[in-house]
């Protein structure tokens, strides 16, 4: 059975930061390339954060405004891809999602539950 489970959202002030952590099973966890998405109230959900698969290098890309703040990062010992947000401002302020799709067939697409990452003061 195929899950991700996503974990270490939470309410944290401007300027703070958190790790996001997706813990992933059932599947061959280096086959995929991992994302984190997020989805603001009322906004439709974008892509913040992706990294390849392994044997793609590992490469990374970010949403525009994460640049400088966001790094996306993957252990494949442990089956986890990890998002440490850093400088957070309020417009973080989501449901962050973490996805994995195959890197050669984009039909085996999955995605966690989600976790609420609330910046406030």
């Known amino acids: 059975q195929v899950q991700l489970v996503e974990s270490g959202g939470g309410l944290v002030q401007p300027g703070g930061s958190l790790r996001l952590s997706c813990a992933a099973s059932g599947f061959t966890f280096g086959n995929y390339a991992m994302s984190w998405y997020r989805q603001a109230p009322g906004k439709e959900r974008e892509l913040v954060a992706a990294?390849?698969?392994?044997?793609?290098?590992?490469?990374?890309n970010y949403l525009d405004s994460a640049k400088g703040r966001f790094t996306i990062s993957r252990d494949n010992a442990k089956n986890t891809v990890y998002l440490q947000m850093n400088s957070l401002k309020p417009e973080d302020t989501a449901v962050y999602y973490c996805?994995?799709?195959?890197?050669?067939?984009?039909?085996?697409?999955?995605w966690g539950q989600g976790t609420e990452v609330t910046v406030s003061s």
């Open positions: 996805n994995a799709k195959h890197i050669y067939n984009s039909l085996y697409t999955y």
């Open positions: 990294i390849t698969a392994a044997a793609a290098g590992g490469t990374t």
